[in-house]
């Protein structure tokens, strides 16, 4: 193996938790369980080890059950894998944070987590439904806690040794940084969306002078238009390179010092998702000082709901 290659299997160490995070994650946002289970076991085969969950995702149950049969194979060691996953927006109140993070534990099988995020700074209304709206379609607020409150009880997960980690997604720079003031047990990864398109460096660089390590969904732009793996940047670098321009995108993502996620249940691309390689110092300032479009795909940062925001070709 070359030098290059070691690119896809870097850890980073967690400042403010237990281990090392791998640059190369695999998100389970995927609606059918039966899809999920498989592409775990596909990502498993391929190298992945960082997993990428959340209650709110209805699979933990599918990605555990690949986690298990791996390890009862002898296929896999528990401490080989980091696995996250997600207090949802409903349990955001602190006398519901210990049975989420149980219950999200008992689905996945696993006896602890190596990171729990607060999936969004948005309290909803709690309760049994996901996704409480009023008469009029509009989210149910809940405005009877703060963020600080909900990070204290993650604090005592982390206390607990059960959580190794824990951190936040979807949140701006600004309430980040008040947690980061707050905070007994500093954030150890922020997970937000961020590509070539919306690089984020001053969050990024915030999260570096913290020692929070910055974890990017979407890194991939969600195949959303405008498409910045047919950027002319990108492209004219994969083809220099001999990497896809998929490649490119991720080991842009891992040689800036952010740890990334992508998704996928087709085993060609899966594979090709861990399969980059180290690109030129020269590949690497035309990705910063040449790709112009600025976007953001996904809304949850304003609303705490997540999607992707739908657009007309071309726009």
């Avoid at 070691?6 to 160490?13: A, G, V």
């Avoid at 190596?114 to 439904?129: Q, R, V, W």
């Avoid at 891992?254 to 691309?269: C, D, H, I, Y």
């Amino acid at each position: 193996m070359t030098t290059t290659d070691m690119l896809r299997f870097k850890k980073i160490p967690l400042s403010h938790g237990t281990g090392a995070i791998p640059v190369a994650g695999f998100g389970t946002l995927i609606p059918d369980a039966v899809a999920t289970n498989e592409a775990v076991k596909l990502a498993l085969s391929a190298g992945f080890r960082h997993f990428d969950c959340a209650e709110r995702y209805l699979n933990e149950e599918a990605v555990g059950a690949a986690f298990s049969e791996a390890i009862a194979a002898g296929t896999l060691r528990r401490e080989e894998l980091f696995v996250t996953t997600k207090l949802w927006n409903t349990n955001h109140r602190p006398e519901r944070v210990r049975p989420a993070f149980d219950a999200s534990c008992r689905r996945l099988n696993v006896d602890y987590v190596d990171a729990y995020l607060i999936h969004t700074p948005f309290a909803f209304l709690p309760g049994e439904e996901k996704d409480p709206r009023d008469e009029y379609g509009h989210v149910i607020y809940d405005p009877g806690v703060k963020l600080i409150d909900t990070w204290r009880a993650l604090e005592e997960l982390v206390d607990s040794g059960r959580c190794r980690s824990i951190g936040l997604s979807d949140i701006s720079l600004e309430k980040l940084k008040e947690i980061v003031e707050a905070a007994r047990i500093k954030p150890a990864t922020v997970q937000v969306e961020a590509h070539p398109y919306l690089p984020e460096w001053e969050l990024l660089e915030y999260c570096q002078e913290h020692g929070i390590v910055l974890l990017a969904f979407a890194a991939l732009g969600h195949g959303m238009v405008p498409n910045l793996l047919a950027d002319p940047v990108v492209t004219t670098i994969a083809d220099r390179t001999g990497q896809t321009p998929a490649q490119v995108a991720l080991a842009w993502a891992a040689q800036r010092g952010t740890a990334f996620l992508t998704t996928s249940v087709n085993p060609k691309r899966i594979g090709e998702n861990f399969g980059f390689s180290t690109l030129p110092e020269d590949a690497m300032h035309q990705m910063r000082d040449h790709i112009t479009t600025n976007i953001r795909f996904n809304g949850v940062v304003d609303t705490g709901v997540p999607g992707f925001i739908p657009r007309a070709s071309g726009v």
